[in-house]
């Protein structure tokens, strides 16, 4: 049950129909992996951690660096030079001592990233490569847990939502293949701050939706955001029957 802190804590969205208190209890229950804790996984980090999901798992090799402090708000000047899972470690604890923080400080590799997203019940991909967001996905529809998958460069953003349990949901494959190593990143191609951060609030959004069972998941859409223009634009996507990550799940 939830005790008295518990619910003047979460009492504004414990309000909310679609949440109440059941809802709560299964976010408290729940345990949900980030895959990098930069500017997509930060307010992901935050946004969860605030809403009571029991545990976070955290993985990141890197290190805080000042040109990260633009956009990746989850760590500030005195944590540059630390792991950022440690940065994180110690401001999600300040934001919420009620939950479990699990660090994953090392790169994952096949093996480890196979137990870490078998230990949970939901991956967020906040990851910046095609190789960490393909093996991410492969060890998602491996063990059937659902992936939030967000992305975004320059002044625009992409986000969607790939959940194995659904007979009609693709994958990541499906819709990018292998893509290319040889895409921009952010440090080659820019970006601003509030375009990471609206994407990562999304995430988060989608997560608590599918951990406390409520609204319609973005599970089959791909949400592309122009922040030039404020516009949102939503395709439909569908599985691909011959693709050589989750055809053999859904036959």
Do not use: W
């Not at 414990?14 to 980030?34: E, F, H, P, T, W």
């Not at 895959?35 to 990141?60: E, M």
């Not at 069972?213 to 949102?232: K, N, Q, S």
């Not at 691909?240 to 036959?251: I, Y």
Request: proline share 4%; charged share 20%; net charge negative.
């Amino acid at each position: 049950m939830l005790n008295d802190s518990e619910l003047l804590r979460y009492s504004r969205q414990v309000l909310l129909s679609q949440v109440d208190i059941d809802g709560q209890l299964r976010l408290k229950g729940s345990r949900a992996l980030i895959v990098g804790l930069g500017g997509l996984g930060s307010p992901v980090a935050l946004y969860l951690a605030a809403a009571g999901v029991g545990a976070l798992h955290l993985a990141d090799f890197d290190t805080v660096e000042l040109s990260n402090l633009q956009r990746q708000v989850l760590h500030d000047t005195s944590g540059i030079g630390s792991t950022k899972v440690d940065s994180a470690l110690q401001r999600l604890a300040a934001i919420n001592p009620d939950i479990e923080l699990v660090a994953h400080r090392q790169a994952l590799d096949a093996d480890s990233l196979a137990s870490a997203v078998a230990a949970v019940d939901l991956v967020l991909d906040c990851s910046d490569n095609f190789s960490t967001r393909e093996a991410v996905n492969a060890a998602c529809f491996a063990h059937a847990k659902p992936l939030v998958s967000g992305a975004a460069i320059r002044l625009e953003g992409q986000l969607s939502v790939f959940d194995p349990r659904v007979p009609t949901s693709p994958c990541y494959h499906c819709l990018y293949g292998h893509g290319s190593e040889a895409e921009l990143t952010c440090s080659e191609a820019g970006v601003l701050g509030p375009v990471v951060g609206l994407v990562g609030n999304l995430q988060a959004l989608e997560a608590l939706k599918l951990l406390a069972g409520f609204g319609e998941p973005l599970v089959g859409r791909l949400l592309l955001v122009d922040a030039l223009t404020t516009r949102f634009r939503e395709l439909r996507v569908k599985r691909d029957p011959a693709c050589a990550v989750c055809a053999c799940r859904h036959a």
